[in-house]
């Protein structure tokens, strides 16, 4: 089975500070996404990426940043981390030939105070 | 601008009995159409998909989906829910090709009562 794995699983962070979420997939996909999950909203894609080097803006991307360093690897940064970017983040893979599905990691709870 | 709908935040149902939860999209051209599950606290996790061929599709535990070109919908199905069904579940279309983005829906929260 396919495996994403995220880190950390809970953060709490300050107003102003940054933080970065890491996520390790497995599966050797090219893509690479970044979700927020909030209550009304449904999951809301920040950034994703088609491989090592490349990164895109997703349909909210303001105030994050993401970084492929390699296919395993995609991170989400927030630079200057915001009350408003308290949310449960999800990073998924997915196979850039078949684009059938995703596979998700557990998530990360990030309270920012 | 790809849209997907479910139309209802939540659904309760007792144990045993069947369930049936929409999903209409927006899309152009050729996509994928798919269900996912979301168990408390946990990443999603796909049920079933469809791409083309015979409209209804099975999937793990009992689910299955129905395609339908012309109400642009693609509803999921259970026809005897269990406790362990209680959950959220999401639709999700994409193209199908390689470098397009999921999009999904809310969501709807299954409440089954035992």
């Known amino acids: 089975e396919a495996a994403v794995t995220q880190s950390p699983r809970n953060k709490v962070a300050v107003t102003g500070g940054k933080v970065t979420l890491s996520c390790n997939q497995t599966?050797?996909?090219?893509?690479m996404y970044w979700y927020r999950q909030d209550t009304g909203h449904g999951l809301r894609l920040i950034h994703y990426?088609?491989?090592?080097?490349?990164?895109e803006k997703g349909d909210i991307p303001d105030g994050y940043k993401a970084s492929r360093p390699s296919q395993e690897n995609f991170s989400l940064i927030l630079e200057l981390a915001t009350p408003s970017q308290t949310s449960v983040y999800f990073c998924a893979s997915g196979d850039h030939i078949s684009n059938e599905r995703l596979f998700f990691g557990h998530g990360t709870k990030l309270s920012v105070l | 601008t790809q849209t997907v709908s479910q139309s209802d935040a939540h659904v309760t149902v007792f144990e045993g009995d069947s369930v049936e939860l929409r999903c209409n999209y927006s899309y152009g051209g050729s996509i994928y159409l798919s269900w996912y599950i979301q168990h408390h606290g946990r990443g999603l996790q796909f049920l079933l998909k469809?791409?083309?061929?015979?409209?209804v599709v099975q999937g793990v535990n009992g689910f299955e989906a129905e395609f339908s070109k012309s109400d642009s919908s693609f509803h999921l199905r259970k026809a005897s829910v269990h406790w362990s069904d209680s959950a959220v579940y999401f639709c999700a279309v994409s193209a199908n090709t390689g470098y397009q983005n999921f999009y999904f829906g809310k969501g709807t929260s299954l409440t089954v009562i035992p």
């Open positions: 469809y791409y083309s061929g015979n409209p």
């Open positions: 990426s088609y491989g090592a080097g490349s990164t």
């Open positions: 599966n050797n996909h090219n893509n």
